[in-house]
């Protein structure tokens, strides 16, 4: 079984300081990983790389058999990002930003696929509505719709979760069940414990620049989760 | 679904992305207006700084209009770069299958844009204020070659000022002493056209204007996925 | 990384050497000018002085090309350190001839090409360290500086051509056809040169060392703190 995305030995140093240090991670096609951490562990930046936005130091990074920074254009088009912010043009129209992506990934009819999309997230009935006007929560579903414009095969999302309400989550919990099942690959940083309770298949703790520990949905009960994290915390501190 | 090559062609990236800015300030208006109310607010203080009396007018106006159009180009260019970074759409950007260059044509050529359609309407409110002729085809070859070397190294710059905490105060000290050459052509071809010079004493200002062109585009096309590769 | 090497040891002897030596062939060997009198003597390392400006600006767009090509760190610290001598001997050249310009022409400034080229350099180097300074990622702003090293040198020429188009009033020493010098005062011009040169030479090393220490104090201290 060929890995979705497989990644070994990776480093990042931002001039004299290090922030990845030799992290191995691998998922396989459909896994839904919840990558868990504490603020400044290297979540983010780690995402960065798998979105080919950053470049590693050393070490290897493939997704879907393509090898990052040398093939980074193939791995794009692999690619749906969904950061905090929301990377949407706020005086364009939610079908403008759409077709404007969809230029962007060469798509062909993206006229259908933007109304696909724009139904899945729940937001066709706003499609001619400024983007400025939309809600936090909007702004993510559409970011969301624009991450699976183009069919990819991976998923990278940055703590979604962030800033939306209960009624925002729980749509977000839907859209994301949805897309997920869709047998993408997913890779999802959150703070908020509960909610990748829910929908990861697999937990991963980064700490101090490395995969600290892991685990599949199987392995824990919803109540250890907490548990499991803060192990794998402590056992990294000094 | 996709197309068959990884990448977005180059031309086909860089067409979406002028597309984009143009609906995006069709839409709002935020930049036009405010870089066309500042041009209009320096001339105004350049009338009364200069005195501009009807005598020293003709040799005056194109310094004025000049400066005018660069300090309103500082704004425009910081502008549409502030709207890339602040929404983090700039990533969005880098996330696509295409050739980074088409990020730089597409800003540059988007830039250009708002600069000429400024540039169009100082033009004739110049000519009405100061009963001075400015429709000469020379002279509206120098504000378009004048203009694409300003933008060319402005977009440049301000893709780099962006990320720094002064990005507002940053750009204008980056940019105007590397395009001073543009400036004192511009200013120079101008003037030859407003006054009627020769066509031989104006070209080699033109011709500046040309090699300046090349170069820094050419230098932009190769500099510029070292500023936004990470 | 060790104390100073034998050879920058030599070279700051050399230096030393050269340059007491170029002043004692300004003073003593070269003809005192007969219409400019003594004031002309300012000449020689005027234009040293601006030689070295020019050649920092120079080997700091080298190291930037170089940097972005390879990305060694060390082109990053040649380009600070040459850009850094460069401002500083710019500076001489435009004060100096400031000091010149003033018995002969009565005045302090002059709009010529050359003073206005080598002041807009000036600025530009100016703006690279406000460049850097403003960018808070060391990659980042090893880079941008790196580009901006090469855009400002690259718009010199074309600034100096320009302005000479404009006006000039500078005088025109050496032409393309001859030198408009005695033979004596052509040496001692060529030796300052070149005494100037060496101490531009020696200044970098020091200063790549410098930057180099600084670097490795820095990668210690993160050991220790991490």
Redesign the interface.
């Known amino acids: 079984m060929t890995h979705a995305i497989a990644v070994s030995r990776l480093t990042k140093r931002f001039g004299l300081k290090t922030v990845l240090r030799g992290l191995d991670f691998t998922a396989a096609p459909g896994e839904f990983v919840a990558l868990l951490g504490p603020n400044g562990a290297g979540k983010t930046t780690f995402l ?1 790389i798998l ?5 590693p130091t050393a070490g290897k990074v493939r997704i879907g058999g393509a090898s990052l920074p040398q ?1 980074a ?2 791995v ?2 692999r ?1 749906g ?1 969904v ?1 905090h ?8 129209t939610a079908e ?1 930003n759409l077709r ?2 969809a ?7 993206p006229a259908r ?1 933007i109304t696909e999309v724009l139904e899945l997230v729940g937001l066709a009935r706003r499609r001619h509505d ?1 983007v400025r006007t939309y809600s936090r929560g909007m702004q993510q579903r559409l970011a969301i719709a ?1 991450a699976i414009l ?2 990819p095969e991976v998923l990278l999302l940055d703590e979604p979760y962030t800033g939306l309400d209960q009624d925002a989550s729980a749509m977000l919990d839907t859209v994301l069940q949805e897309v997920a099942a869709q047998g993408r690959t997913v890779v999802m940083t959150s703070h908020d414990l509960s909610r990748v309770a829910a929908l990861a298949s697999r937990f991963d703790v980064l700490a101090r620049g490395r995969i600290a520990a892991s685990a599949s949905r199987e392995a824990i009960a919803d109540a250890q989760l907490l548990d499991f994290y803060r192990a794998a915390i402590a056992e990294e501190a000094p | ?3 068959p090559s ?4 180059l031309w ?2 860089t ?3 002028v ?2 800015d143009l ?3 069709r ?2 208006r935020e930049l036009l207006s405010a870089m066309l109310v500042f041009a209009l607010l320096v001339i105004l203080s350049f009338n009364f700084a200069l005195d501009l009396d009807p005598k020293t007018r003709g040799s005056v106006a194109s310094g004025v209009l000049w400066v005018t159009f660069i300090f309103a180009g500082t704004l425009g260019l910081n502008r549409s770069m502030a ?1 890339e970074k602040d ?3 700039l ?8 050739d980074r260059s088409a990020i730089y044509f597409g800003k540059a050529i988007a830039n250009l844009a708002f600069m000429l359609i400024v540039e169009a309407i100082v033009f004739p409110l110049y000519s009405v204020l100061y009963n001075v002729n400015l429709f000469l085809p020379g002279l509206l070859l120098t504000v378009i070659l004048g203009s694409v070397g300003y933008v060319a ?1 402005g977009t ?2 301000s893709s ?2 962006v ?5 507002d105060m ?1 750009l204008p ?2 940019l105007f ?5 543009v400036l ?2 511009a200013v ?1 071809a101008s003037a030859g056209y407003l006054s009627g010079l020769p066509l031989e004493e104006i070209t ?2 033109l011709n ?1 204007l040309v ?2 062109d090349v ?2 585009i050419a ?1 932009a096309f190769m ?1 510029f996925d ?2 936004v ?2 | 990384m060790k104390s100073t090497p034998t050879a920058l040891k030599v070279l700051d002897f050399l230096s030393a050497l050269l340059l007491v030596a170029a002043l004692g062939m300004v003073f003593g060997y070269a003809p005192t000018e007969r219409t400019m009198g003594l004031v002309q003597k300012v000449f020689y390392f005027h234009v040293s002085a601006n030689w070295v400006g020019m050649l920092g600006f120079l080997v700091a767009a080298v190291a930037g090309g170089l940097y ?1 090509a390879k990305g060694t760190p060390k082109w990053d610290v040649v380009e600070i350190a040459a850009v850094e001598i460069g401002l500083a001997f710019s500076l001489i050249g435009i004060v100096s001839g400031s000091i010149w310009a003033r018995p002969i022409w009565n005045t302090w400034w002059t709009w010529d090409p050359r003073l206005v080229t080598v002041t ?2 000036e ?2 180097y100016i ?1 690279y360290f ?2 850097r300074s ?3 990622d060391p ?2 702003r090893a ?2 500086a ?3 090293a ?3 040198f ?2 010199v020429p ?2 100096f ?3 000479r ?2 006006r000039s009033i500078h005088p025109v020493v050496i032409t393309s056809t001859k030198a408009q010098l005695a033979p004596r005062m052509f040496q001692t011009f060529m030796f300052s040169l070149f005494a100037f040169t060496v101490l531009f030479a020696t200044l970098l090393w020091h200063r790549v060392r410098l930057g180099q220490l600084t670097a490795q104090v820095e990668r210690l201290r993160m050991k220790l703190t991490d």
């Open positions: 960065r979105a080919s936005l950053s470049r093939e254009a193939a794009r088009r690619l990002v950061s912010q929301p990377l949407l043009y706020g005086d364009l403008e404007f992506f230029r962007l990934y060469g798509l062909h009819a696929r400024l624009r183009h069919d | 679904m996709s197309s990884p990448i977005t062609g086909q990236a067409r979406a992305i597309w984009k609906t995006a300030e839409r709002s709207t929404r983090g759409c990533d969005g950007l880098l996330l696509a299958p295409i190294v440049l710059l780099m000022a990320q720094a905490r002064t990005r940053l000290i980056l002493p590397v395009t001073l050459p004192i052509a120079k080699p200002w500046l090699v300046y170069i820094f230098i500099v070292f500023i590769e990470e | 972005l807009v350099m600025l530009i703006a406000m460049l403003g960018i808070e990659d980042r880079r941008y790196a580009v901006y090469i855009v400002g690259l718009s074309l600034t051509l320009s302005i188009m404009y």
